[in-house]
């Protein structure tokens, strides 16, 4: 028997029962959308927390300064409260550890600002010329604070767009304007563009103004309350990592490195940990999606056994004008794959325009991969040739004489 | 040439064997037209299996065209089957769904023939059988009785067999399509020369052949030839 023979004969057969066959192709056409479109939802996901990770900075070690812990004190005043870290420090890192980008000390704290009646209570910190190099950060309007201002301690301030909206209106522009932070007066000259919401800390609602003016007008003292180092690149980040502990413990006269006072956060530990939950995520998702995959397998193998038993006669026929066992299970197989692989090439199809339309209307962000429509594709055609072939074993191992007879 | 030796069929349910078949042996040239007539239960439709390469007996043996088809596997008796026989039955066993040109080009599928032959095949063999043309593209289940047991008999003819059996042709027609049907076969015997067996518990329609082997209790009780041969034997 022929293979365009075979493809005419199972034309023929689906089509003399179109509503059972369109009915059972249904529940693969949902199997295999809702594969597609949940694993398509779950990499989304997973690519939108990384980039949202990745828009903090590339290749960052944040330093915070740890548990202040004196001795014979057993009352910890919390992470992050002590103040140890100083510029020193930064540029201790930056001159001596190797395989650093740059090194960027901020003092952050929140202030209430005003400007022209308009007022909001938002994070003030203080940077280098090297915060936008460190935190991917770029400036829309105007210009980002330079060593010059920092050297003067200008009382200069660059707005994040958040901010920007807050005291000045949506879209407006600042530049020139005058703010007043802490009863201190500051100019403003430069806008950041919009990076959206880290999930850590929203970058958009911030100000930016030197960090020896902030320490001088607003803290009043020499400490900073972080240091963002971006290390050269990605493999060379937990190297760095290791040797800023080091020289911080060193520089500290800390012998036991239990009782550091800073504490040091790699940006790939988080991605790892990110990213190892919304792959989970993704494999639980597609789980329940292949549920429906293999009801609708037995779907499948239910019309080709109700086929079989209804066109026993047929059967009969075939074997008695020369059909071999091969020829008869191959016929019925190929129906079964046709359903399955039908109702597959729809389902990729619709499981496609679902995560084009959830993207679309902005629900959540989802990403079809070329890899999840293969495992779709060769999930549905074996599930054609598995819950096909007891059927098709099955019509072609009937004995002729009795199918025959058979009413 | 058929030629059967001492052939038995039993058939077990359980401990219980029941014997079909007791020791047959006849021998059926190339063009004879044989009716095997017996009441039901007398073993003829088993017999007609075994003839047809459907089934294998339990012993003795069966000589088709001097080749022994009594041993062989269900894929080689199907070859058998594609190749030199041809089958005609009470309930036609037509595909409803398809055209009649497409029924009777169903064997040609399995012999593997080449699409452009089938239709030219196919068509005579719908003419041989006495189905006019305008006929060929209508599905079966618009057609008479009389006109889809042609159709049944041009799919019987189409692979070109040795043999045609027919199992109670007419057993579904009335009297005077079933005539048309045997006169059919007569003539497919008499100009085309055709081997065909006929089987039937109706004395009028066995009446059609040039021999008649009367079987009975898996035994055959009488093999003689009618008026429509030359002599007659009487064993």
């Keep these: 028997m022929k293979i365009t023979d075979i493809i005419q004969e199972t034309y023929l057969a689906l089509s003399a029962n179109k509503v059972r066959s369109g009915l059972t192709m249904l529940g693969i056409v949902i199997g295999i959308s809702s594969v597609i479109a949940m694993v398509a939802l779950g990499q989304g996901a997973q690519s939108s927390i990384q980039s949202s990770i990745q828009s903090i900075g590339s290749n960052l070690i944040i330093v915070t300064p740890g548990t202040q812990r004196g001795p014979g004190f057993t009352v910890s005043a919390g992470r992050g409260s002590a103040q140890t870290l100083t510029l020193e420090d930064a540029n201790a890192i930056q001159s001596e550890v190797s395989l650093v980008k740059a090194v960027s000390p901020e003092v952050a704290r929140r202030y209430q600002i005003t400007s022209r009646g308009q007022n909001t209570n938002t994070q003030v910190v203080g940077v280098t010329s090297a915060y936008p190099t460190v935190r991917n950060l770029e400036v829309s309007d105007g210009s980002f604070i330079t060593d010059q201002n920092l050297r003067g301690a200008s009382k200069v301030a660059v707005l994040g767009p958040t901010t920007r909206d807050d005291l000045f209106g949506q879209g407006a522009n600042p530049i020139g304007q005058t703010i007043r932070i802490n009863r201190s007066d500051f100019k403003v000259i430069g806008v950041t563009k919009a990076k959206g919401g880290s999930g850590f800390s929203n970058q958009d609602d911030t100000i930016f103004v030197p960090l020896s003016t902030a320490q001088r007008f607003l803290s009043g003292d020499q400490y900073v309350t972080s240091i963002s180092v971006a290390a050269q690149d990605s493999e060379s980040t937990s190297a760095v990592q290791q040797q800023i502990t080091e020289l911080l413990l060193n520089r500290h006269h800390i012998a036991n490195p239990q009782l550091a006072d800073f504490s040091t956060l790699n940006q790939a530990d988080i991605v790892a940990t990110a990213s190892s939950v919304t792959q989970t995520f993704t494999i639980l998702l597609a789980a329940v999606a292949g549920i429906s995959l293999i009801v609708g397998g037995i779907g499948i193998m239910n019309m080709m056994l109700t086929t079989v038993t209804e066109r026993t006669k047929e059967i009969g026929l075939r074997k008695a004008i020369g059909a071999k066992k091969r020829d008869i299970s191959l016929q019925f197989l190929a129906e079964a794959v046709t359903l399955t692989f039908i109702g597959g090439l729809v389902g990729i199809i619709l499981g496609w325009g679902i995560s084009f339309g959830v993207r679309y209307f902005g629900i959540l962000q989802t990403q079809v991969t070329v890899s999840s429509i293969l495992l779709a594709f060769g999930v549905s055609a074996a599930i054609g040739i598995i819950f096909g072939y007891y059927p098709a074993h099955r019509a072609a191992g009937l004995n002729p004489i009795e199918t025959l007879r058979y009413e | ?235």
Aim: aromatic content about 6%.
């Design chain 2, 1 to 235: 040439m058929i030629v059967v030796k001492d052939i038995t069929k039993s058939y077990h349910a359980d401990t219980l064997e029941t014997l079909v078949l007791r020791g047959v042996s006849f021998t059926i040239n190339d063009g004879e037209f044989v009716a095997i007539m017996g009441p039901s239960g007398s073993g003829k439709s088993t017999l007609m299996h075994i003839l047809g390469c459907l089934d294998t007996p339990s012993s003795g043996t069966y000589h088709l065209d001097n080749h022994d088809v009594s041993t062989l596997s269900d894929d080689e008796l199907a070859e058998i089957r594609k190749d030199k026989i041809g089958f005609v039955f009470q309930t036609f066993n037509l595909l409803r769904r398809a055209t009649v040109i497409r029924n009777v080009m169903l064997p040609l599928v399995y012999a593997g023939v080449k699409s452009e032959e089938r239709e030219r095949r196919a068509m005579g063999a719908l003419n041989a059988a006495g189905l006019e043309d305008t006929y060929f593209d209508h599905l079966s289940n618009q057609l008479s009785g009389g006109q889809v047991q042609r159709v049944a008999i041009a799919r019987a003819l189409v692979n070109d067999p040795k043999l045609i059996l027919a199992d109670e042709p007419t057993g579904n027609l009335d009297t005077k399509t079933g005539e048309i049907v045997l006169e059919t076969f007569e003539r497919l015997n008499r100009e085309l020369g055709r081997t065909i067996i006929l089987i039937t518990h109706e004395q009028e329609v066995a009446n059609h052949a040039k021999r008649i082997i009367y079987i009975r209790d898996g035994l055959i009780v009488e093999d003689r030839k009618t008026h429509r041969s030359k002599t007659h034997l009487k064993i």
